[in-house]
């Protein structure tokens, strides 16, 4: 089954605890992103990848990381997570190297950051 | 940068009655305009799309209009059903950033 998968599902932390939420999609896509959902303020991007190795900042990077060795995986890395890092994070991958194609959602990992 | 107005923010309808929901932006290069439907506790999901050299797109229930000149753009939903209700978010292309920009959403309640 096609599908973008992320874990965990759910996260409760505690401020500057390094955490990496996985990120992973099985169908060859190229463009992979992470964005954060916070009541009032819709999807922001944090970070987006056209390819392997290649990445770039989104519109709220601060306080985060990301990687592309692989061209399924796209970890999202908080290397001392705060408590406005709490938010509900989804990322998203779609076939080729823009956003013009459907964006495919994972199921969301719930993060609280006490 | 670019932004994305989205009204309104919810919406109550009684089922069979349509629904509208706008939104402006302000780079006049965007040529992508996708709309995605979240249900509760559900990811978002696309609904439908539209690209700048279209006017209209129509699917079923659902339809997206295009305004270039004004820079808006709307989703209509026709013969509303209670699983319609949702969250919808519009969205734009960011042409410069190759990324997607989306309105901060509207909560769409059909009540039967």
């Known amino acids: 089954e096609a599908q973008v998968t992320q874990n965990p599902r759910y996260l409760i932390t505690v401020t500057g605890k390094k955490l990496t939420v996985t990120c992973s999609q099985n169908?060859?896509?190229?463009?992979m992103s992470w964005y954060r959902q916070d009541p009032g303020l819709g999807l922001r991007q944090i970070y987006y990848s056209m390819n392997v190795e290649v990445t770039d900042k989104g519109d709220v990077p601060e306080g985060y990381k990301v990687s592309r060795k692989e061209k399924r995986n796209f970890p999202l890395i908080l290397e001392s997570p705060s408590p406005n890092q709490t938010s509900l994070y989804f990322c998203?991958?779609?076939?080729?190297?823009?956003?013009?194609?459907?964006?495919?959602f994972g199921p969301g990992t719930r993060l609280t950051v006490l | 940068g670019e932004n994305v107005e989205q009204h309104p923010s919810t919406l109550s309808v009684q089922e069979g009655d349509s629904a509208v929901i706008k939104c402006t932006y302000s780079?006049?290069?965007?040529?992508?305009f996708p709309w995605y439907k979240q249900e509760l506790g559900k990811r978002p999901q696309l609904i439908i799309d539209i690209r700048s050299n279209v006017g209209e797109k129509k699917d079923q229930r659902i339809a997206v209009t295009l305004n270039k000149t004004a820079k808006h753009f709307s989703l209509h939903i026709t013969e509303t059903q209670p699983e319609d209700s949702a969250v919808y978010f519009c969205a734009t292309f960011s042409g410069g950033y190759n990324k997607l920009i989306f309105g901060a959403g509207t909560r769409l309640a059909v009540h039967p």
């Open positions: 998203a991958s779609s076939a080729t190297s823009g956003v013009t194609d459907t964006q495919y």
């Open positions: 169908m060859n896509h190229e463009y």
């Open positions: 780079d006049s290069a965007s040529n992508y």
